[in-house]
Every structure is written in C-alpha cells, then in structure tokens.
C-alpha cells in the first residue's frame, strides 16, 4: 500500500532540484521559440509598412495623386531629417511628451484611487455614478477652452487636458477591477479573520491589477490625444502645435511628418508601460 | 511532527470539559431564502447535530440539497433564518474564531508564490514576518511541498494547488476545519492521497473537520461519522457511526473494510438519488 501510495503520491517523488532545472531549459526553449516568433512578426510589420510607403510613393509620383495635397514619402522623410536639423523635433516631441506623461500619471493616480476607493463604499458608489457616466460623456474638446482660461497657454492647460482625457476611464476600470473580484474570495479572507481594511489592501488592490493595466495601456493614447487638442486650441510649441501649423499653412508632407513622430511617441510610451506591467505582475506570466 | 509541538504550545482551550462542550453544536438551524422579495425558498428546514472534539464528521445529501449554504451558515458568512449555532459552547453569529474554511476552489491568490499565500492568515493575524515564513515552510513541507515554495499558483497542478490552499487553512491552527467538497475538482489517485494526507495531519494534531462532500466513498473512508441529509429543505435524514476498525488515516484500507460497503449501499440509498434524477 504504502509503495503505491508513493507512487500516485506526493506531487514529484523525484527531487524537486532536479525538476526545477527541467522547467528552467523547458522555459528557455520556450522563450527561444517566442523571440523567433516575435522576430517573425516583427519582420511582417516592417514589410507591410514598406509596401504601403512604397504605394504611396508610386501613386504620387506617378501623378495619379497630387503630391501637393497628399504629400508623398520621400517628402515626408525631407521634413523629417529637416525638423531633425532645427531642433524642433526634439523639442516638440519634449513638450508633448512631458505634457502627455504628466497628464497621464496624474489622471491614472486620480482615477484609480476614486475607483477604488468607491469599491469601500457601495452607498457612495450608487450616489455618484451617474455623475461619473455624466463626466465621462463630455466631448474632451469642449473642454479644451476652459481649460485654456483657467490654465492659462503654457504646459498647465495641457496637462489638464490630458488629464482630464485620462482620469473617467482609469476610474471605470479600476472599479470594475475591484467589483469584479470573486466573492468566494472575500468569504475566504473574511473567515481568515481579515477586516475590510485586509481585504482592501491584500485582495481588492492586487487583484484590480490586471483592469488597472490593462486602463493604462488605453490611456496613453487618450492622454496624447488629450495633450495634442490643448495644443491645437493654444500653444507655441509641441506636435499639436507643429500640425497644426503645418495644416494651416498647407504643408501637408510636414503634418505627416509631426503625425509620424506622434504616433511613434504614442508607441515609446505604450512599450513602456508593457514593459512596467511585465516587471510588477510577474505571476502572469508562466 | 513539529506542527503538534506548536499546537500544544498554542493553548487550545482546556482540555477539560472537551466531553462536555463540543467545538460545535448545531440546533435546530433553519434557512430560508428571499424573505424580502416574497419569492420565499426554504433551504434548510432542521438540522441539528455536533461535532466533538478530535472528530471527523461528513455531511452527504443529494446535490442542491443546500450544503454550501449549512457551511456558510455555520461560519457566520449568511445569517440564520432560525435555530442557533453554538462554537465551544458559546452562541455565536458572527464569524467563529479557530476555525479554518476551505472550498473546491483553491482560491490561492495568484500573484502570491505557494509560500505567501499560507502566510495570508498570519499576516491578518499580525504574526511577525520572521515567524510566519517559518512556519508555512514547516507546513508546505508536511503537506509535500517541499521545493515549492517559490512558485506561483498558475505553475503548480490542482492537487498541489489544493495542497497550498490545506496549508493556508491549517496554518492559522484551526481548531476546527470546515471542508466543503475540497477535493471534488480532483482525479480519483491525487484526491485519495490528499484525504490520506489530510486524514494524517488532522488526525494527529486532534483537530476536528466537518466535512461537506457529494461523494460517498469519501465521506465513509475518511469520518467517524456520517450525517445523510434530505432534499431541498434539507433535514436530516440519517446518522451512520462509522465503526470500522482500521487504521482510519488509510484510505484504501477503509474501503477494504468488511463493513465499508454496507455502509456505502446504506447511504446511497437514502440519498434517494435514482428517484429524482
């Protein structure tokens, strides 16, 4: 019996050593075979993204579409390593970029805390939820003036706008993050002896991670968008201010050309935080 | 082995007087459902009963009959509709003390390792860091998970994850434990070296389980005594002492028992299962 019992029993008879190293190689393989997927892929992304430069290129060239009002590739490349010479682009992708990141901590931290925080309160939660769908459906833009008066034309009023562009939907999904977890779980805690404070601290918060994340990685391009439309209303300098300039001074290769360097901040800041995700929630990843 | 040594250390409550006053006793409790809304479904109409002290006690009724409901009621998780629950002789509605809880789900927290999901309890009881890693590293490594400590929930099986949550409820030295089909999500071999393992532990360190389960063989191989609960309202529908006279941490040997069948066929029986299904 007690043969038996070691064979079908304890999760690993063998050494525990020895089955950590097989899982460690076992891992390596996998995360070899990861990469040459991800290389793969990488690889498609840039093909496709020739191909479509490439188009673009021959239409305009080939006078099927107006360069004038189109813009082509090799021009877009021109404004580009020009912008690159006088310094603007660094300093407008500067600005935006500190007008986007503020706006965005800043909006994350308000909404995160508030949606969590009304997971404590089920009462204040219903009083104040329709005010929360209300904030939620402004237009951002209407906003844009106001925040120019009562911020005034400099960084402030941007920040507010990506803050304000930011801060319902980080509230909304680190509530639902909070609601969502398993009631088992909180009688579990409960008859562990913990109290509301416990259960907040070691089940509500870590387990709203996810939902917080997963808001963030929405977020950054909210909280660009937020930032770009404070430029568009007033500004001296930023990428919002760049096309905008552009647009009304009909260069259009030049406003592609600040989209470009937008949209690959928008990307830097999105791969960041991945990376932020990945170095706090260890665990999910196995 | 060292896990007795710091359970008679813990002080349990007196030894004397155990015979009188039971960890639990049951009266009477009643449950009834949607009493605000009107829609009025009675889930447990009457049972009473007790659970000694050292004493391995099995529920088994017909599935719906209401048994996760009895084990929320007697942990203070619902209130009661009627009837009293009394732990250690004293009334009580609200969460009971020295009592461990544990369901079918693990419900490990997954961005703890093995190790700081058994500290959970600890922490909320404000057991200093230094003591409650050594005392889950002595339960991990009891319960057959030594080399384990360090991986996360999604990296163990289900009968190791099912381990980790076992060791989280004793660590807190439960005097009693509560067990609700914890072994229900399990394949037959892990679950039967589980209830060896659980059998063992409990046994030796005089703790008393009560446990809710669907599976009959498991009730009757594991607990000194089975309770046959009726259909939705639940009543009780029979007590079976389970006297077979073996070594009662070994699973296989309860089912090679003479009486062991008897006792299965018995409760099967009163289950009433093939009428209703």
């Not at chain 1, 020895?18 to 390596?28: F, G, I, P, V």
Request: charged share 20%; aromatic share 6%; proline share 4%.
């Amino acid at each position: 019996m007690t043969i038996e019992r070691e064979a079908i029993g304890h999760p690993m008879p063998v050494s525990p050593n020895l089955d950590a190293q097989s899982a460690t190689s076992y891992r390596m393989r996998r995360m070899a075979r990861g990469m040459r997927g991800n290389l793969l892929i990488l690889a498609c992304q840039l093909g496709l993204l020739a191909i479509l430069l490439g188009l673009w290129e021959f239409a305009t060239a080939s006078v099927q579409l107006n360069a004038f009002l189109f813009g082509s590739a090799s021009a877009i490349w021109g404004f580009l390593v020009q912008m690159w010479r006088d310094g603007s682009l660094i300093n407008d992708t500067r600005v935006t970029g500190m007008e986007t990141l503020l706006g965005f901590v800043l909006g994350n931290v308000m909404g995160t805390l508030l949606g969590l925080a009304l997971w404590y309160s089920k009462f204040i939660s219903r009083v104040v939820q329709p005010f929360i769908v209300a904030l939620g459906s402004i237009p951002i833009i209407a906003l844009a003036p106001i925040c120019i008066i009562w911020f005034g034309t400099g960084l402030a009023s941007k920040v507010a706008m990506a803050t304000l562009s930011v801060v319902v939907v980080a509230l909304i999904t680190a509530y639902k993050g909070a609601m969502t977890v398993d009631p088992d779980q909180i009688n579990l805690m409960r008859t562990l002896g913990a109290s509301k404070g416990h259960i907040f601290r070691k089940l509500i918060v870590p387990a709203s991670v996810g939902d917080i994340f997963a808001g963030l990685k929405l977020t950054v391009g909210f909280a660009l968008i937020g930032a770009i439309i404070g430029e568009f209303m007033s500004s001296s300098e930023g990428l919002g201010h760049a096309i905008f300039k552009a647009g009304s001074l009909y260069i259009v290769p030049k406003v592609f050309a600040a989209l470009t360097v937008t949209i690959s901040l928008a990307l830097v800041l999105t791969y960041i935080v991945g990376k932020i995700e990945r170095l706090l929630t260890p665990w999910r990843q196995v | 082995m060292v896990l007795m040594d710091q359970r008679s250390e813990a002080g349990r409550s007196p030894r004397a007087g155990q015979q009188a006053v039971p960890p639990l006793a049951v009266g009477h409790i009643r449950k009834v459902f949607g009493e605000d809304t009107g829609v009025i479904s009675e889930v447990i109409a009457d049972i009473s009963f007790s659970l000694g002290s050292g004493e391995i006690v099995s529920l088994v009724g017909p599935s719906g009959c209401g048994k996760s409901t009895l084990l929320n009621l007697l942990c203070g998780l619902l209130p009661l509709s009627g009837g009293q629950v009394a732990w250690y002789g004293k009334v009580t509605t609200g969460m009971p003390k020295r009592v461990g809880y544990m369901l079918q789900k693990d419900l490990l927290l997954p961005w703890r390792t093995a190790l700081h999901n058994v500290t959970l309890g600890l922490e909320i009881h404000d057991v200093p860091r230094g003591e409650r890693q050594t005392r889950a590293r002595q339960l991990l490594d009891t319960i057959g998970l030594a080399g384990f400590h360090d991986y996360y929930p999604s990296a163990l099986s289900g009968g190791m994850r099912q381990r980790v949550a076992l060791a989280r409820t004793l660590a807190n030295e439960p005097e009693v434990l509560l067990l609700d089909e914890p072994f229900a999500a399990l394949d037959f071999q892990t679950k039967l070296v589980l209830e060896n393992d659980m059998a063992r532990l409990i046994r030796s360190q005089k703790r008393s389980l009560l446990l809710i389960t669907h599976d009959i063989e498991e009730a009757v191989s594991l607990s000194d005594r089975v309770i046959v609960l009726t259909h939705r309202p639940a009543r009780i529908r029979a007590v079976h002492d389970i006297d077979i006279d073996v070594d009662r941490t070994d699973m296989m040997a309860a089912r090679e028992a003479p009486r062991f069948n008897e006792f299965i066929r018995a409760i099967w029986s009163e289950l009433e299962v093939r009428e209703r299904a």
